[in-house]
């Protein structure tokens, strides 16, 4: 697949038994060594200098899909794409003039041709036969395969690089096999310090056990997400942080280790104690000023309520259903079509609302209400839904 020469072959001539007078040697020496040319696992060419092929071992037949008696007698340029032939006789013509042995992965990886036109990525390497005849050995491996994993590693290697989480695996022994960039900013550790350690060490001790049993868990075959604990930075302070665990096997499918991804909660729990905390001051302004707030969705005819508005119509919660016929079933028979109306042309025409009714509680009371609703639009300024506030004004 891979080399040069001028001279041609006679009839009647066989590398296995070297029949031609004009042989000096015998480059395939004994019948020991014909026996490894046939056992080889890897595809084994001998070029001839004008470039054809003089032989061919079972396995090279096998990786180019065809037979010895095909192989033997083409040239070796036939062996590749069309496109790479003129560039490789060149390159062939070239090592000819000084021939010398380049092993496996010394940079010689071509594409290689079958016979029904399938393509594989091949790495080759070169061996000079001594003597005259200028022949040339040629061990080609398919590397297809380690090719694809290699760029698959190299996506992985990108991605674990880039992502802002905490990526680190270990191996059933619960030792720390692989940690990234994230991980060393999250905790604190650089890699070559927390290899080897037991990973349990990155958790604090009241949470060694339950990382056991998830560890045990997905060492059985099991993906876990949305683990929630913490992880022990260097300086002794708890992170939360919130765990994906999956198992990683072998090629023959076996559980070899667990790959973890821990994704630092801190921020999220602070603004949730801020949402929470801004909730609980609108609750209270709502309930000093008798205002209470409510959503109405289009697509789906449901409304969800504040704390503050079931409380000024007298509902538990529970006791709501969240539709638009209950929200509307409270209204006083009287006022009820035209708040009906009004919300028909919030939703066709976006219009506003801006209305006075009165609703009548499950305890009998009548209270008056104060109504302000706004339409939502989506992009295409079509209403999906309504917003709006409604105020106790029984009193005024």
């Not at 001839?48 to 033997?72: H, I, K, Q, W, Y």
């Not at 790479?84 to 090592?95: F, L, T």
């Not at 959503?295 to 259903?321: C, K, M, Y």
Request: charged fraction near 30%; aromatic fraction near 6%.
């Amino acid at each position: 697949m891979f080399y040069n020469g001028s001279e041609s072959r006679g009839a009647g001539y066989h590398p296995c038994t070297n029949t031609r007078a004009d042989r000096g040697s015998d480059w395939r020496g004994s019948g020991w060594l014909e026996a490894l040319l046939q056992s080889a696992p890897d595809g084994v060419i001998v070029v001839a200098p004008d470039g054809r092929v003089v032989e061919a071992n079972p396995s090279a037949a096998e990786l180019f899909g065809s037979t010895r008696a095909e192989l033997v007698g083409q040239p070796v340029e036939h062996l590749l794409p069309e496109a790479a032939r003129e560039g490789h006789q060149r390159h062939r013509e070239s090592y000819g003039e000084k021939p010398e042995s380049r092993p496996m992965g010394a940079g010689l990886e071509l594409v290689g041709i079958r016979k029904d036109g399938t393509r594989f990525f091949a790495d080759v390497s070169l061996t000079p036969i001594e003597g005259e005849a200028g022949d040339v050995i040629a061990v080609v491996r398919d590397v297809t395969a380690r090719l694809r994993e290699e760029t698959r590693l190299g996506y992985l290697e990108a991605i674990l690089s880039s992502t802002n989480d905490a990526v680190y695996s270990q191996d059933r022994d619960g030792l720390i096999t692989e940690w990234n960039r994230a991980a060393q900013a999250m905790v604190g550790y650089r890699a070559a310090e927390v290899v080897g350690w037991r990973s349990t060490r990155l958790f604090p001790e009241g949470r060694w056990e339950e990382h056991e049993v998830v560890l045990r868990r997905v060492l059985g075959g099991d993906v876990l997400t949305d683990v929630e604990t913490e992880l022990l930075r260097r300086d002794g302070v708890a992170v939360p942080a919130l765990l994906a665990v999956g198992p990683i096997r072998d090629s023959r499918g076996r559980v070899i280790g667990a790959s973890v991804i821990a994704r630092d909660m801190t921020e999220q729990q602070l603004i949730l104690a801020t949402l929470a905390e801004s909730e609980g001051r609108l609750r209270d302004r709502e309930a000093m000023a008798g205002v209470g707030g409510w959503v109405l969705d289009v697509a789906t005819g449901t409304v969800q309520w504040s704390e503050e508005l079931h409380r000024i119509h007298g509902v538990d919660p529970v006791n709501f259903d969240g539709t638009i016929a209950s929200h509307v079933g409270l209204v006083h028979e009287d006022d009820r079509p035209a708040l009906e109306a009004a919300l028909a042309r919030a939703v066709a025409a976006a219009e506003a609302i801006d209305t006075k009714y009165r609703v009548l509680r499950p305890d009998n009371q009548v209270r008056v209400l104060y109504c302000r609703a706004r339409p939502i639009l989506d992009g295409r300024d079509e209403v999906v839904g309504i917003r709006g506030i409604c105020q106790d004004i029984t009193e005024r």
